[in-house]
């Protein structure tokens, strides 16, 4: 009877899902997003350490403090850490460190955990490693301090057994509407609610010959037209937005900033030719090249009376190093300590990828209304990212025009069979109003002047299933919605 009553608790606990050989509960899921690194060795990136095999492995170019992560897109607990260390090298990842963050660069990281010295991990399989810290961080790392550790894992991940939290929508901001060719901008999917679990999203171009665009949202501006760009929520295909994008060649208004050379002293090798001066010398085939591989920075001091928002900048790469350019960032800040080193400074935008060598590539920044007295290119790592040309430019109309302040509306959306009406309110002010509907091919398939009436009648006849761009511009700018045809 013993037996049986041992056997009834046993199964008991089986159905509540309490036992399970991996050490973690049934609700535990893995975090996904986009990979964060020091400078990657370009034989070894950062996937080799997301890809499931054990024979491959993550190798930074930094010999000690190198590190891989995640950006999780918005502040989750983390409860489990899986890792393999390389095969051959498993002593690289003693003294590692699990560490979370709510900056992208980590300089308000906390220890989540510490692995031991020697950390006596195996290869070929997985060690799992709880984290009792109960805090949420956007953006989590396993960091190396060993000297000439190189980072070198062959397969991390992170857990959590936080609530799935599903996304009820999205939207695209941008730098603008309007770019010139050439021309680099990052689009960001905002979702909402903003702790939505899986903010991945799919990126598409209506239109490649007018705008590519990234898996990461980074749009490249090929030639004249217009194109919309289409977010689509990975974890909901009915969660999705748009944004129009214009490629106009001669919609060049910013000024470009000038100022005193500033930045790190030096070189590496003291050579004088690759100081901070040689990316701003117009000789694409200079470069700076700074001292060390810590805290590097090149840009301009404006002056203290001539603070400017930072809209845009123009970069070329070292010409046989381009991908040093990856994870580098652009920075604004107003003061520098005794170290000649930035203070408090902002991050504007932060090269998800190598760019061409051999040209400037334009990169728009995310208006914000905050002003700066320093622009600056900075890494902090391998190579200090050897900038061989770079500019700062302020456009005072960029974002001005981007949105307006009245209010559509849409019903019914979606639209099966009749009419659709677009309902406008608060555009008394505004002058030459004009309706287009947009396919996702880029085609405008109607466009119409609105005068005397705020309401638009849409025909479903002779439209195909599918998602529309209905776009609405005046003098002072443009708002898009989207409509859905079936």
Do not use: H
């Not at 918005?74 to 498993?90: F, N």
């Not at 748009?242 to 790190?264: R, W």
């Not at 995310?366 to 290119?377: D, H, L, P």
């Amino acid at each position: 009877m013993k037996t049986n009553r041992l056997l009834l608790v046993v199964l008991a606990f089986v159905g509540m899902n309490v036992i399970n050989v991996s050490g973690m509960t049934n609700a535990e899921r893995k975090l996904e997003g986009p990979t964060v690194s020091s400078a990657p060795d370009s034989g070894n990136p950062t996937q080799n350490a997301f890809d499931g095999n054990f024979s491959t492995f993550f190798e930074s170019t930094v010999g000690t403090g190198g590190w891989l992560g995640l950006d999780l897109g918005s502040p989750i607990v983390v409860s489990t850490v899986k890792l393999a260390p390389r095969k051959d090298q498993g002593g690289r990842i003693n003294s590692a460190k699990i560490q979370g963050a709510s900056k992208a660069d980590f300089s308000d990281a906390v220890d989540l955990f510490i692995a031991a010295d020697p950390a006596g991990y195996l290869a070929d399989q997985l060690s799992v490693i709880p984290i009792v810290n109960a805090a949420a961080y956007r953006y989590v790392r396993l960091l190396t301090p060993g000297q000439w550790s190189f980072c070198n894992i062959a397969e991390l991940e992170f857990w959590t057994n936080a609530a799935l939290v599903s996304p009820t929508a999205l939207s695209i901001t941008s730098s603008a509407t309007t770019y010139q060719v050439d021309a680099v901008a990052q689009l960001s999917a905002v979702f909402v609610p903003a702790n939505t679990s899986n903010q991945k999203v799919t990126w598409i171009s209506s239109d490649d010959k007018i705008a590519k665009v990234s898996a990461l949202g980074e749009v490249t501006c090929v030639g004249e037209g217009t194109a919309i760009i289409y977010a689509t929520s990975v974890a909901d295909a009915d969660i999705l937005n748009f944004i129009e994008v214009k490629v106009d060649p001669s919609a060049e208004t910013a000024v470009k900033l000038t100022g005193a050379i500033v930045g790190t002293v030096g070189s590496y090798g003291n050579v004088p030719e690759t100081t901070v001066t040689a990316a701003f010398d117009g000789d694409l085939s200079t470069f700076f090249d700074p001292p060390t591989n810590a805290n590097n920075w090149v840009g301009l001091d404006f002056g203290v009376t001539n603070t400017k928002p930072i809209t845009k900048l123009k970069i070329a790469p070292r010409s046989d190093r381009p991908d040093r350019i990856q994870g580098a960032c652009i920075i604004g800040f107003n003061a520098i300590d005794a170290l000649n080193k930035p203070i408090n400074p902002d991050t504007l935008y932060t090269f998800p990828a190598a760019i061409t060598s051999g040209k400037l590539t334009t990169v728009l920044i995310n208006v914000t209304k905050k002003v700066f007295r320093y622009g600056a290119f900075s890494r902090d790592d391998w190579g200090g990212g050897n900038p061989a040309e770079l500019s700062f430019w302020f456009d005072a109309s960029t974002g001005v025009k981007n949105t307006l302040a009245g209010n559509v509306s849409v019903y019914p959306n979606p639209l099966t069979n009749g009419n659709a009406v677009v309902k406008l309110s608060g555009f008394e002010n505004e002058r030459n109003i004009t309706l287009k509907l947009i396919d996702m091919n880029g085609k405008e398939v109607m466009s119409k002047r609105v005068t005397d009436s705020n309401n638009i009648t849409i025909n479903r006849n002779g439209l195909a299933s599918g998602l529309y761009c209905i776009s609405i511009s005046t003098d002072n700018g443009v708002k898009n919605f989207k409509l859905s045809v079936k």
